[in-house]
C-alpha cells in the first residue's frame, strides 16, 4: 500500500499533476512568443493552438475560414503553430516546382501516410523517388495516343448519358416540358462508369441502371474517414485511442472494398484480349510487374478510380450551375456549340478543342469550382529552405488565390471572357493573372489524368447543351457555402432540362 503523506512521494505527485497542469499554458506561451513561426501573422488561437485548426476542419470550414484569414492577414499567414500558409503567385513554382539547387518538400505524412498495411501509390507514397517510380509507369495511361484510343469508349457513355436523360424527361416531363434532375448524381454515374471501364475494364453500370454502384459509393464516406484520420495524428496518443475503438464493422467494409477492387483490377489483368484502357497502356511498361509490384498496381489503379470521378464530377456539375446562373453566359455556349454541329455525331472528342468560349468557360468553372480547394500541404525538407522568401513548414490555398481581388477582376464572378486571347477579351481582364488558378495543381503534384478530365468535362458539357435546354429550377444554390471534407459536399444540384425543340428531324440530318 502507498503512503501518499510520505513527503517524497508527495511532492512527486504534486509536481507531476502541476506539469500537467501547466503544460498548455506553456506550450500556448511557447507558441506565441518564441516559435520560430511567431513573426508570422494570423488569428491569435490559430498561432497558439492546431485545435482550432482542428475544428474548423472536421466542421468542413476549413477551406473557407483559410480565405478570410488570408484576406484579413495577407499573402503569408501562420495557420497553426507549425504551418504557414500562402497566397502568393510564386508560392505555386516555389514549392510544386523541382529548383536546381534545393531539395524539394515532401508530402506531409498527416495527411497523405497510409496504413502499415496498405501498399504504397502515387498519393501515399512520401519520398519523392516512390512517387516519381509511380508516376512514370501511370503516365503512359494518359498520353495523348491513350487518350485518342479511349475516345470512342468515352464517348460511348457520353451517348448513353444523353439517352438515359432524354428518356427521363419523356417519362416525367411537365407542364412546361422539363423535369428537374439532380446534375451531380447524373454526371457522376457517367464518371464512375467510365473511368471503372478504363482502370478495371468493365463499366459499373452506374448509368444503365440510374443509380451509384455500392462499391463507388463508399469513396466519399472513405475520404471523409480520411479528414477525420488526418485530425486526430497531429495527437499520437489519441490517434491510437481512436483506432482502437473504430467498430469492426467499419475494418470490415475497408478490407471488403479493397477486395472488390482488387478482384475487378486481377480479373482485367487476365484478359487476353487488349482494350483501350489504363491496364493495356501501363503493362507495356511494367511487363511481369519488374516496375510496380501486383499489390502496388492494385493500390495505384484503385486510387485512380477515386480522383477520376468525383473531381470531375464536380467541375462538370459546379461550371453548369454556374452558367445557369448566368443566362448571358450559358446563351452565348449554347450558340457556340450549336452553330459549330449541325449533327450530334459531329460532337467528338477530336472535335472540341477548338472551340474558344466553351474552353473559357470551362476554365472560369475550375477556378470557381475547384474540386480540391484546400491544396497539397508539404513539409520543408531537412535542414529547411525558403518559400516565397519566408523560410517556414508550407502549403498554398488554391482556393483563396482563386478569388483573390489581388489577382482577378470581380473574382467572385462567373466571367469566362477573362480566359479569352487578347483582342477579344474585355480590357477589365487584362490585368488578372490567370495562372494562380490551377485546379490540377503543377510540376510533380500536377494530375496526371488531367487531359481525361478536361476530354470528359468538354465531352458531357458540349453534348448537354446541345441536346436539352437547361435553365435554373428556382431554387438557388450558393456554390461558396459548401462545405469541404476534402472534397467538396455537394448537396442536390437541380437543374431544369427541356428537349431541344426540333431535335427529332436535326437527328435525322445528314
Known amino acids: 500500500m502507498f503512503d501518499f503523506t510520505e513527503p517524497n512521494l508527495s511532492s512527486t505527485l504534486l509536481l507531476t499533476f502541476a506539469a500537467i497542469s501547466l503544460y498548455p499554458a506553456v506550450t500556448v506561451i511557447y507558441n506565441l512568443c518564441f516559435h520560430p513561426l511567431r513573426k508570422f501573422p494570423g488569428p491569435i488561437l490559430w498561432r497558439s493552438s492546431r485545435l482550432p485548426y482542428i475544428i474548423s476542419l472536421v466542421r468542413g470550414n476549413l477551406v473557407l475560414d483559410q480565405m478570410k484569414i488570408h484576406e484579413k492577414y495577407g499573402d503569408v499567414v501562420r495557420l497553426a503553430p507549425n504551418e504557414i500558409s500562402f497566397t502568393k503567385e ?3 513554382n516555389d514549392i510544386y516546382v523541382h529548383r536546381p539547387g534545393h531539395a524539394d518538400p515532401t508530402k506531409y505524412p498527416v495527411w497523405y501516410k497510409a496504413p502499415d498495411e496498405m501498399p504504397q501509390n502515387i498519393v501515399t507514397s512520401l519520398d519523392m523517388e516512390g512517387h516519381a517510380r509511380f508516376r512514370k509507369a501511370l503516365s503512359t495511361s494518359f498520353t495523348e495516343t491513350s487518350l485518342r484510343n479511349q475516345s470512342p469508349l468515352i464517348e460511348s457513355f457520353a451517348d448513353l448519358l ?3 436523360l432524354n428518356d427521363l424527361v419523356l417519362r416525367t416531363i411537365s407542364q412546361e416540358n422539363s423535369t428537374s434532375v439532380d446534375i451531380f448524381k447524373w454526371v457522376s454515374w457517367f464518371t464512375v462508369d467510365v473511368v471503372g ?6 463499366s459499373f453500370g452506374c448509368l444503365a441502371n440510374s443509380e451509384l454502384h455500392p462499391w463507388a459509393n463508399t469513396l466519399n464516406n472513405f475520404l471523409k474517414g480520411m479528414v477525420y484520420a488526418a485530425a486526430t495524428r ?3 496518443l489519441i490517434e491510437r485511442m ?3 475503438l473504430l467498430p469492426k464493422s467499419m475494418m470490415d467494409m475497408q478490407r471488403k472494398h479493397s477486395e472488390f477492387a482488387n478482384d475487378r483490377i486481377n480479373k482485367r489483368l487476365k484478359l487476353e484480349k487488349q482494350k483501350p484502357d489504363f491496364v493495356a497502356s501501363f503493362m507495356k511498361e511494367n511487363i511481369d510487374f519488374q516496375k510496380i509490384s501486383l499489390k502496388e ?3 495505384n489503379l ?4 477515386m480522383a477520376g470521378t468525383d473531381a470531375t464530377a464536380t467541375s462538370i456539375s459546379g461550371t453548369l450551375l454556374y452558367l445557369v446562373q448566368n443566362p448571358e453566359n450559358l446563351h452565348k455556349l449554347v450558340s457556340e456549340i450549336r452553330k459549330t454541329f449541325h449533327r450530334e455525331a459531329d460532337i467528338k472528342i477530336a472535335t472540341l478543342r477548338g472551340l474558344p468560349y466553351l474552353n473559357a468557360v470551362i476554365n472560369e468553372g475550375l477556378r470557381l469550382t475547384n474540386p480540391v480547394p484546400g491544396g497539397l500541404p508539404r513539409i520543408v525538407p531537412p535542414g529547411g529552405d525558403t518559400y516565397a522568401n519566408t523560410f517556414t513548414s508550407i502549403s498554398v490555398r488554391p482556393y483563396a488565390m482563386s478569388r483573390s481581388e489581388k489577382y482577378f477582376s470581380y473574382p467572385n464572378e462567373f466571367h469566362p471572357e477573362r480566359w479569352l486571347s487578347t483582342g477579344i477579351r474585355p480590357y477589365e481582364f487584362d490585368n488578372d493573372h490567370l495562372s494562380v488558378s490551377q485546379p490540377f495543381s503543377i510540376g510533380h503534384s500536377n494530375y496526371l489524368g488531367k487531359n481525361l478530365a478536361w476530354v470528359e468535362i468538354r465531352l458531357v458539357i458540349a453534348r448537354l447543351l446541345w441536346a436539352f435546354d437547361v435553365a435554373e429550377t428556382g431554387k438557388r444554390l450558393d456554390w461558396t457555402k459548401l462545405k469541404t471534407l476534402m472534397i467538396i459536399q455537394k448537396e442536390p444540384i437541380m437543374l431544369s432540362i427541356k428537349i431541344r425543340e426540333g431535335i427529332s428531324e436535326l437527328r435525322k440530318a445528314k
Open 90 to 92: 510564386e508560392a505555386w
Open 297 to 299: 498496381t492494385q493500390s
Open 242 to 244: 481512436v483506432f482502437r
Open 302 to 305: 484503385a486510387i485512380h478510380l
Open 162 to 164: 444523353i439517352n438515359r
Open 197 to 202: 471501364e478504363l482502370a478495371f475494364g468493365e
Open 234 to 236: 497531429w495527437y499520437p
